[in-house]
């Protein structure tokens, strides 16, 4: 009875903070306890007063929740523990990879990438630099004609800046081919920048683009040149 | 008056800019163009004669495998991808050759590799991000 009361004692001592550390106790450190607990018993059993006891509230302590020891379990019990409990699992979430850390330049684009020997990734967003199977595909491309009407449309203000410049006799034809009415000019021009488009969709379909549209631009602005000079100075005059 | 000749003149120039070669060729089928998931592997390594590129068992050298890789890429479809496997005798600095003609040719999806001929084992080459070069080590 001595014993058990004592046993409680230690059990209440534990509890309410002396031992407040909880792991899983070693073989070594039951034995300890046991240890303690007898020289206690032994030194209450010196000590031991009756206690008040209507007069101290009666605490309810926590039992502690044991789990079920391995011993208990059958073997197929046991097999289910360790290793069916673990395939019985979820499986872990797999890492979502995004399109931006999948992609060859994980910075995305306008910054530099690695791969590019630090060049700046930008990829080609109209397909200028594409190789195309036909030459209307080609043609379709918006780069194309946008730098085809430019030069359609730079021909046009030439001419008509410098026939009115010319009608207005404030300047002189230095092209010798495009000397003469304006219907020859534009016979003799709009054919050659057909020409000059024709070949350069079809470079581009064969993806060397950049050359024939240099050459348009150049013209383009050439063209826009002695254009808005020829009617400025058929105005001015 | 004289709208009418000019814009007859200038609708004829864009007819014959854009419509006279279209027709002109043979007429081809639309549904025929089929693009298909394409894995691309280039084989790099540095010769004598400099850098030569393999793929599909024939040999390329410079500008000739960009002009392949835009070609091949007429039939990619977006999730085509292209594998670069570089021989450990080439330099860092040519890592950068093929991407940048596969980027120039439409692909997106590149990856490099790097093949120890000795071992006859691969790796892929994965950069971290990219920083500005610093003299102070204090802003890497």
Redesign the interface.
């Known amino acids: 009875m001595k014993l058990a009361m004592a046993f409680s004692v230690s059990i209440m001592f534990s509890t309410l903070g002396l031992g407040a550390q909880q792991t899983a106790p070693s073989n070594s450190l039951q034995q300890n306890e046991l240890k303690e607990t007898t020289t206690l018993a032994r030194t209450m059993d010196i000590d031991l007063v009756p206690l008040p006891l209507a007069s101290v509230p009666v605490i309810q302590l926590p039992t502690p929740q044991t789990p079920e020891t391995p011993q208990d379990l059958n073997e197929e019990q046991l097999t289910k523990l360790l290793f069916d409990r673990r395939s019985n699992l979820p499986d872990s979430p797999s890492p979502k990879i995004s399109e931006r850390e999948n992609?060859?330049c994980?910075?995305g684009v306008g910054?530099?990438?690695?791969?590019?020997?630090?060049?700046v990734?930008y990829?080609?967003m109209i397909?200028l630099?594409?190789?195309?199977?036909?030459?209307?595909e080609a043609?379709k491309n918006p780069g194309m004609i946008a730098v085809?009407l430019t030069l359609?449309g730079a021909t046009?203000l030439d001419i008509e800046g410098s026939q009115a410049c010319i009608d207005k006799h404030t300047c002189r034809e230095v092209n010798p081919l495009m000397r003469g009415p304006?219907?020859q000019k534009?016979?003799v021009a709009?054919?050659l920048?057909?020409l000059v488009?024709?070949m350069g969709?079809r470079e581009k379909q064969?993806?060397r683009a950049i050359v024939p549209i240099a050459v348009m631009w150049t013209a383009s602005l050439v063209h826009m040149y002695f254009g808005v000079g020829g009617l400025y100075q058929a105005r001015v005059h | 008056m004289k709208l009418l000749p000019r814009s007859f003149a200038i609708f004829l120039c864009l007819g014959l800019t854009f419509g006279v070669p279209a027709s002109a060729g043979p007429k081809k089928n639309k549904s025929s163009v089929s693009k298909t998931t394409q894995r691309v592997i280039v084989f790099a390594r540095k010769t004598d004669h400099g850098i030569e590129y393999r793929l599909n068992k024939q040999i390329y050298i410079g500008k000739d495998l960009d002009y392949v890789l835009g070609e091949l890429h007429i039939y990619a479809n977006k999730e085509s991808a292209i594998a670069v496997v570089l021989e450990d005798n080439m330099l860092l600095s040519d890592v950068k050759d093929v991407p940048v003609m596969a980027v120039k040719a439409g692909y997106t999806d590149v990856r490099a590799y790097v093949y120890w001929k000795k071992t006859g084992r691969m790796a892929e080459i994965l950069f971290g991000p990219v920083l500005k070069a610093n003299a102070d080590p204090r802003k890497l």
């Open positions: 992609s060859m994980p910075s910054n530099s990438c690695a791969l590019l020997g630090g060049w990734y990829p080609d397909g630099t594409y190789h195309n199977r036909t030459w209307w043609m085809s359609i046009v304006k219907a534009y016979a709009m054919p920048n057909a488009i024709w969709v064969h993806g």
